[in-house]
């Protein structure tokens, strides 16, 4: 065990934990920050991203040990009332589904929009490509993307 000060959606917060403890569950087990979700658990669906440092990562896969003293942004932290640009476009376009994926994609839809506040097709679906949704909205992701960057 030891402790890590973290920095989360702008408030300071230690915890004392294995090293190698995925973040996922420091955020969902010790901080009831339960927006970001668990998918694979191996990186490879996008379900549990967050910002790290403004980048989005998957936080199912790192350890707790490589995130002290750096900012980290949940689905929580996004926006103080749901409205950042991405979660508005999302209820435009109807996005959601299931919902699952959900917080996942709006993360990293905002990651690329920092980024890249006007993507092209290709590079939307680049960027999202490693995100996964059941339920196979991917166009409605699309389009919702195109409309955030367009208010932004």
């Known amino acids: 065990m030891a402790a890590f000060n973290l920095d989360i959606n702008g408030k300071k917060q230690t915890v004392d ?3 190698k403890t ?5 955020l969902r087990e010790h ?3 339960i ?6 658990g191996v990186a490879q669906c996008g379900a549990c991203t967050v910002h790290l440092e403004g ?3 998957r ?19 996004l926006s103080a009332n749901g409205d950042h640009p991405v979660q508005k476009a999302w209820l435009e376009h109807d996005v959601a589904q299931c919902g699952y994926c959900q917080t996942g994609q ?20 680049a960027a999202m490509s490693g995100n ?3 339920c196979g909205t991917y166009l409605r992701i699309k389009e919702a993307i195109k409309t955030a960057a367009n208010q932004k």
Do not use: F, H
């Open 31 to 33: 901080l009831n920050l």
């Open 55 to 57: 980048s989005a990562v």
């Open 132 to 134: 996964i949704c059941r």
């Open 59 to 77: 936080s199912c896969s790192l350890p707790v040990s490589a995130v002290a003293n750096k900012k980290i942004t949940t689905i929580e932290g």
């Open 106 to 125: 709006i993360m990293t839809a905002a990651a690329l929009l920092k980024t890249n506040p006007n993507p092209s097709d290709a590079q939307i679906e």
């Open 22 to 26: 995925p973040l996922l569950w420091v």
């Open 17 to 19: 934990i294995d090293p």
């Open 35 to 40: 927006g970001t979700k668990y998918g694979c």
